[in-house]
Structures are given as structure tokens and as C-alpha cells.
T-cell receptor, first 117, second 114 residues
């Protein structure tokens, strides 16, 4: 199946700093990538849809100035958590969408554990 | 608005027993349906999907699911579970015309005991 990577797998940062998370589709091109947030023992919450070459579409309640998304190429999307605070600590997961040949499917990265001290 | 309901938050079962994880959805348009598995501190792995065609879908690790349009269900089944199947399972729906967005159920924690 299609492979999606995320980097870093875990990061610890101080309050007030910014953290960048990368999401790459390794063996396919993804015009659309998605960013999710997952709290402990909870389901995935869609944060935003990232489209290559255009602005991201954010879900209601997600601060676009805090969670900056850039989708610069067909294989890379980045999420930057700006001025991170402890409440931003969470598990962030990206996915990349395939849509060729009628096989519309999202493949997920392994996730990034963010801890803000 | 579409929604996905996984009726059981936790399912304990003994090794080699059969299991069914239930999923119901609501939508007014055509949908694609997915089951994902998540092991601790990992991302989601696709188990199986229904896009069209046969309503009985077979996936990896011996899992299968059946799409029932009249009951708006997509229950996941395995005839004999292993300890290694212990994980969180998520049902998800993608509505046509929504840009590929997935809406997830709340998840079901499958716990397989020896």
C-alpha cells in the first residue's frame, strides 16, 4: 500500500516556541493531504485540508494563524504550530489522499507526539 | 449532516473467538466506507474499504466487512481473533463531493485476552 511518513515522530518544546511537522507521501503524489489531531482515548479530529499550491481549508474552530499549513509540493505538506502552549500538546496525524483510478483512499502517517512544557 | 456511530466503545474477547465491531452511519448522499486500525502510539492503518461493487469486502489480517445500504451499516468481523489484534478500530465515512474528507466514528477498543 501507499506509504506516508511524518517527521519528527515526537517533539518536546518550550511554551512559546514554534514547531514544524512534516508529512510526506513516499511512493505516490497527493494533491490533497489532511491534518488531524487526536486526544488520548479519543477519535481523530480533522483540523484542515491541505491542497497543493493553494491555501489550506480549516475546519470550524481551528485557528489558522496558530496552525500554519503549507503544501508546497505533491509529496510534502507541513504543519507549523506557532507559539505553542501546553494545551497544544497532542498527537498530530497527517494523511494523504489518492484518487487515481477510482481508488479514493486516505493513507495515514505514523503520527507526531507533541509535548509542550 | 453525516455522522458515524460505533456502538461499542470497548469489546473484550477471548483469543480464537469471533468478533464483530459495529458501525452505523447517516448520510443523504453516496458514501465510501473504511475501517482503520490503530496500535498504541502509531498512525492509522487501512484494514479495508468499500468504494463500490460487492458489498462483502475482505481486508488484511483476516478481517472482512459487509456494507448494508438499507441498514446504513458497515460492521467489521473476524472469525477468529489473535492477541495481536488488540488495538483501536475506527470506522470512517467519505461522502461523495466533499473533497475526500473522512468523518470518523468514536473508535472501538478491541481487547483480546488469552
Amino acid at each position: 500500500g501507499a506509504v506516508v511518513s511524518q517527521h519528527p515522530s515526537r517533539v518536546i518544546c518550550k511554551s512559546g516556541t514554534s514547531v514544524k511537522i512534516e508529512c510526506r507521501s513516499l511512493d505516490f503524489q497527493a494533491t490533497t493531504m489532511f491534518w488531524y489531531r487526536q486526544f488520548p482515548k479519543k477519535s481523530l479530529m480533522l483540523m484542515a485540508t491541505s491542497n497543493e499550491g493553494s491555501k489550506a481549508t480549516y475546519e470550524q474552530g481551528v485557528e489558522k494563524d496558530k496552525f500554519l499549513i503549507n503544501h508546497a509540493s505533491l509529496t510534502l505538506s507541513t504543519l507549523t504550530v506557532t507559539s505553542a502552549h501546553p494545551e497544544d500538546s497532542s498527537f498530530y496525524i497527517c494523511s494523504a489522499r489518492t484518487s487515481g483510478g477510482g481508488k479514493d483512499t486516505q493513507y495515514f502517517g505514523p503520527g507526531t507526539r507533541l509535548t509542550v512544557l | 449532516a453525516q455522522s458515524v456511530t460505533q456502538l461499542d466503545s470497548q469489546v473484550p474477547v477471548f483469543e480464537e473467538a469471533p468478533v464483530e465491531l459495529r458501525c452505523n452511519y447517516s448520510s443523504s448522499v453516496s458514501v465510501y466506507l473504511f475501517w482503520y486500525v490503530q496500535y498504541p502510539n502509531q498512525g492509522l492503518q487501512l484494514l479495508l474499504k468499500y468504494l463500490s461493487g460487492s458489498t462483502l469486502v475482505k481486508g488484511i489480517n483476516g478481517f472482512e466487512a459487509e456494507f448494508n445500504k438499507s441498514q446504513t451499516s458497515f460492521h467489521l468481523r473476524k472469525p477468529s481473533v489473535h492477541i495481536s489484534d488488540t488495538a483501536e478500530y475506527f470506522c470512517a465515512v467519505m461522502e461523495s463531493g466533499q473533497g475526500g474528507k473522512l468523518i470518523f466514528g468514536q473508535g472501538t477498543e478491541l481487547s483480546v485476552k488469552p
